[in-house]
């Protein structure tokens, strides 16, 4: 109406009718039907996914309380002296599919709340006895989750206000409109359901690239016969990329969700959020409370994008959420997800997808087939250590398709006259070049004042080493390589734990007096710090003061206090991955992480061993020969 009294020339106009067409297109009340079947989604969970499982068990058990939540029968008691007022809302409920039981009195509906739960209590006000307020009030205390909804005459309507206030969800008056009744108890269920599914209610996969987040997602997807759709918050730096622009200007756009929402066709879709942990630094406005209106359940029923500017319902959107790393993830987000951590594959692990998911994959997305070209188990091996250097296996499937590609462009110029292709590992050398990786710690020598480490990055696990070397000078410490504070502080720690110790050690003791101790940590691309390289900082010192050399092909990760104890540290898998990946055959691991030990599965451990230690003392005998 408004829009038929502009002139149609007019920006107004134009922003007008986009609008209004935008408003049309959107999924409003579209939903895809849900699968609720978990033996069809354990299935197809497997058949995309090899190894996992810990993770598929974490992921189905997810499911299955959201099924049991959407599927369990809403339990709803009818209390009301009337017969006839009893026996229509009976038919109408259980028509609604609610279990539905009626009783004639307060003391018959207390008899039946003792003996079972009730999700809604629908109680006639004013009956002899227990009336509806002492049944409201002995409810509110007794069963406080129970939502109670007051039924009266006309006449009492000041009354049901009153019961309200004293904590009931809602009154209906009498004679009933149907509908009334059909939409208070829904909304009552729904407050209910709400409360029951705030904390932990968003899937959040933590872990390196290429560990399966995504493929995991998109198989949840399926299993649930829902569509699937990903945003990434990386880089986001506004909240109208969340929240929308308002249409104050040509041009102003809705939100990304909002925009995923259309473009998928449907309002409970799986929307994959990516980058959590990358959401642009200098955001403008608070991402955690414009992402917390999108997740939260409490708030998401009326989400409003601002270009929208109308209430749009994410309630029965489903949201995974991910992230390589969680440390920077705000309290208030966190709180409200389920986490579980993808940490990376072993080489074996690596093999077996490459094989059996990787290559058939990508054989058929570049037009070749499968009877054509085989990849043998030597040439996987080989791209896998010489090629690539991951937690996740997404420069593998790159440099799979890379070989691919090359093999499809042969076969177009051989106009259908191609052998059948076996990938050797020779061949790999053919088509890859000359290998990226020679990163083995055995082949190198032993040497004085350099100890091999272990750090977490945000892509799994990597392997680093400590530089120590003194020069004349007075006492000074000199620290480089880009080291974050608390890895200084480390170094602080080492170096006074040896000058304290410098008599056992058999150091001289006026030797710091005469000299600079400096210490350097290369490899730029690494971001280095936390307290774990506190003991290989230990290590190269001792080693540089002693003269003895450090075993390289010993690893180790661990804090050290200045009194010489070792304590434990984060991300063991994820190190042991990385040492086995460097052909490390010896890792130093603090003694109190014995359970992070114990946890890790057989073929992580496989030809690796796992030294566990309490003090400096034990790590400098293990590593100085
Ligand atoms: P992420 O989202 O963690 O970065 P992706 O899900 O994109 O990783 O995985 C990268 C590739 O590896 C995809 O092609 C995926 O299908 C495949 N992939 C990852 N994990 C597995 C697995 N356990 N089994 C089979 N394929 C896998």
Not at 11 to 36: C, F, H, Q, R
Not at 149 to 173: D, L, N, Q
Not at 342 to 353: A, R, W
Request: with cysteine.
């Amino acid at each position: 109406d408004m829009i038929s009294r502009i002139s149609p020339s007019s920006a107004e106009y134009t922003i007008g009718i986009t609008y209004i067409d935008y408003l049309v297109s959107l999924p409003w009340n579209k939903k895809t039907e849900d699968i609720l079947d978990l033996a069809r989604a354990e299935r197809i969970l497997n058949e995309n996914h090899y190894g996992l499982s810990a993770i598929k068990e974490r992921v189905l058990e997810h499911l299955a309380v959201k099924v049991l939540m959407m599927s369990k029968k809403a339990r709803i008691l009818i209390v009301d002296d009337e017969e006839i007022a009893r026996k229509n809302l009976v038919h109408v409920l259980t028509k609604e599919e609610y279990d539905v039981i009626a009783v004639a009195d307060g003391e018959g509906a207390l008899k039946e709340l003792e003996t079972s739960e009730f999700d809604v209590v629908l109680t006639d006000l004013r009956m002899a006895g227990i009336d509806g307020m002492d049944l409201l009030d002995r409810i509110r205390v007794r069963y406080p989750e129970t939502r109670v909804v007051m039924v009266t005459g006309f006449a009492t309507v000041p009354s049901a206000i009153e019961a309200m206030r004293k904590g009931a969800f809602h009154y209906i008056a009498k004679p009933f409109k149907l509908d009334e009744v059909r939409e208070v108890i829904r909304r009552a269920l729904e407050s209910k359901a709400v409360r029951a599914n705030t904390k932990g209610s968003v899937l959040c996969f933590a872990g390196p690239p290429g560990t399966g987040k995504t493929s995991l997602g998109r198989s949840i997807a399926r299993a649930l016969g829902r569509k699937f759709t990903r945003l990434a918050l990386g880089g986001m730096k506004d909240e109208a990329d969340i929240r929308g622009h308002r249409r104050t200007y040509v041009g102003a756009k809705p939100g990304r969700v909002i925009e995923e929402i259309r473009r998928v066709e449907s309002s409970n879709p799986v929307i994959m959020l990516d980058e959590l942990d990358k959401i642009g630094r200098d955001f403008k406005g608070d991402p955690a409370s414009a992402l917390l209106e999108v997740l939260d359940p409490e708030q998401n029923r009326a989400f409003t994008d601002h270009y929208l500017d109308a209430p749009f319902d994410l309630s029965s959107v489903m949201f995974i959420l991910t992230a390589n790393v969680l440390d920077t993830v705000p309290a208030p987000l966190r709180d409200r997800m389920e986490v579980i951590t993808f940490s990376g594959y072993t080489q074996e692990e690596k093999e077996h997808i490459a094989s059996r998911f990787l290559c058939p994959k990508q054989i058929r997305e570049k037009g070749l087939s499968t009877d054509l070209v085989a990849f043998t188990d030597d040439a996987i091996a080989k791209i896998i250590q010489e090629y690539t250097r991951e937690a996740g296996i997404r420069n593998l499937e790159r440099k799979i398709a890379a070989i691919c590609r090359k093999i499809a462009k042969a076969s177009v110029e051989s106009r259908g006259a191609m052998q059948p292709v076996r990938i050797t590992s020779e061949a790999v050398e053919h088509y890859l070049g000359k290998r990226k990786y020679h990163f083995e710690v055995i082949e190198e020598q032993d040497r004085i004042g350099v100890a091999t480490g272990l750090v977490r990055t945000e892509t799994g696990g990597d392997i680093i080493f400590v530089e120590a070397a003194n020069m004349k000078g007075s006492k000074d410490l000199i620290i480089t390589g880009s080291l974050g504070d608390v890895m200084r502080e480390s170094a602080q720690a080492a170096l006074s734990y040896i000058r304290s110790n410098a008599g056992e050690f058999g150091i001289a003791d006026d030797f710091f007096e005469r000299h600079d101790i400096h210490i350097h940590v290369p490899s730029g691309a690494i971001q280095k710090d936390g307290p774990s390289a506190g003991i290989t900082i230990l290590v190269a010192l001792a080693s540089l003061l002693t003269r003895r050399p450090a075993r390289r092909d010993i690893a180790m990760t661990g804090e050290i206090t200045l009194t010489g104890r070792v304590l434990p540290v984060g991300g063991i898998r994820e190190k042991i991955l990385a040492a086995r990946r460097a052909k490390v055959r010896t890792v130093i691991v603090p003694a109190r992480n014995r359970d992070d030990v114990e946890e890790l599965d057989g073929n992580v451990k496989n030809d690796i061993e796992i030294r566990l230690v309490d003090t400096a003392m034990d790590v400098v005998k293990a590593v100085l020969i």
